[in-house]
């Protein structure tokens, strides 16, 4: 009876065996997966050698008039010229991305998909929502919209409810200042008005986090880098000026699309202007 005792003992043993060698395993190689090294963030240096993603920046979406001076004229996409323009980009193989997109390919090579480009809408216009976002959206295409936030809700300028709809919609909403004027003109409690406010209340009206900053007329420099960080942004936009060489996330080039533009030129200038 003994000896039977022992064997069925050490039988139970050498079947519990395999089992106790599966959970050790897959412990150790959860434990192998957890601890493995966070791969560090790209350079400035990195980031300034990879090629750009094109970014376009768009104003006026309206048909010109006799009376508009040259600025307005530059900064007025007629519709239909922006309705050929994202034909355009959809005909040639353009896939939009979006800010988070941009960071994570700049800081941790994230895959892009083929001929990557984001359009963006600076001053809170209304038809940004009405026109550009509508054109867009038949392509499947999502924009960033920059927001000036004096201008929400004003005859000529968006809703809260437009804005919204925006974000939910999947597009980026990011600030643009309060009202408007060039960071390297303020001082003392103008930060907390032009960048942390705004970014406040824009969060409140979408209800998510606003890390993305276009500097008004794309004015910047290295002081309001250093407040746009405490504010919490994490990419900063400029216009087609030279990227700064220390910090390249807060001095991303925009090529805005000129009102004089043909399509054909539409595609040219972006080649040109990023494809250096």
Same mark, same amino acid.
């Given at each position: 009876m003994f000896s039977l005792f022992v064997g069925l003992f050490l039988l139970a043993s050498c079947q519990s065996k395999p089992d106790t060698i599966?959970? *050790?395993?897959?412990?150790?190689?959860?434990?192998?997966? +957890?601890?493995?090294? &966070? &791969?560090? *963030?790209?350079?400035?240096?990195?980031?300034?050698?990879?090629?750009?993603?094109?970014?376009?920046? !768009?104003? =006026?979406? =309206?048909?010109?008039?006799?009376? *508009?001076?040259?600025? %307005?004229?530059?900064?007025?996409?007629?519709?239909?010229?922006?309705?050929?323009? %994202?034909?355009?980009?959809? *005909?040639?193989?353009?896939?939009?991305? /979006?800010?988070?997109?941009?960071?994570? !390919? /700049?800081? =941790? #090579?994230? &895959?892009?998909?083929? +001929?990557?480009? @984001?359009?963006?809408? #600076?001053?809170? =216009?209304?038809?940004?929502f009405n026109i550009g976002a509508a054109e867009m959206k038949k392509y499947g295409y999502k924009g960033?919209?920059?927001? %000036?936030?004096?201008?929400?809700?004003?005859?000529?300028? %968006?809703?809260?409810?437009? @804005? +919204?709809?925006?974000?939910?919609?999947?597009?980026?909403?990011?600030?643009?200042s309060w009202d408007h004027h060039m960071v390297t003109k303020y001082v003392g409690a103008d930060w907390e008005t032009q960048l942390t406010k705004p970014k406040k209340k824009l969060e409140e009206i979408i209800g998510k986090p606003v890390t993305y900053f276009a500097y008004p007329d794309g004015i910047w420099n290295s002081a309001a880098i250093t407040e746009i960080k405490k504010s919490g942004y994490k990419l900063a936009f400029i216009l087609s000026t030279k990227r700064d060489s220390a910090e390249p996330l807060y001095t991303i080039r925009r090529v805005i699309v000129a009102g004089s533009w043909s399509t054909p030129g539409f595609l040219k200038a972006i080649q040109s202007s990023f494809n250096k």
């Open positions: 599966k959970k *050790d395993t897959a412990f150790a190689q959860i434990q192998v997966k +957890k601890e493995a090294p &966070k &791969k560090k *963030d790209a350079s400035p240096e990195q980031i300034l050698s990879k090629p750009e993603v094109p970014v376009l920046c !768009y104003h =006026r979406i =309206r048909n010109i008039l006799a009376s *508009d001076g040259p600025n %307005m004229k530059t900064y007025s996409v007629a519709p239909a010229a922006f309705a050929q323009q %994202m034909k355009a980009l959809s *005909d040639n193989g353009y896939h939009t991305i /979006l800010p988070a997109q941009l960071s994570e !390919y /700049l800081l =941790r #090579d994230g &895959k892009l998909p083929s +001929k990557p480009v @984001i359009i963006t809408f #600076d001053d809170t =216009r209304e038809e940004h960033v919209f920059f927001i %000036m936030t004096i201008s929400i809700n004003r005859p000529g300028y %968006m809703t809260k409810e437009q @804005i +919204k709809n925006l974000s939910d919609s999947g597009n980026v909403i990011g600030a643009h």
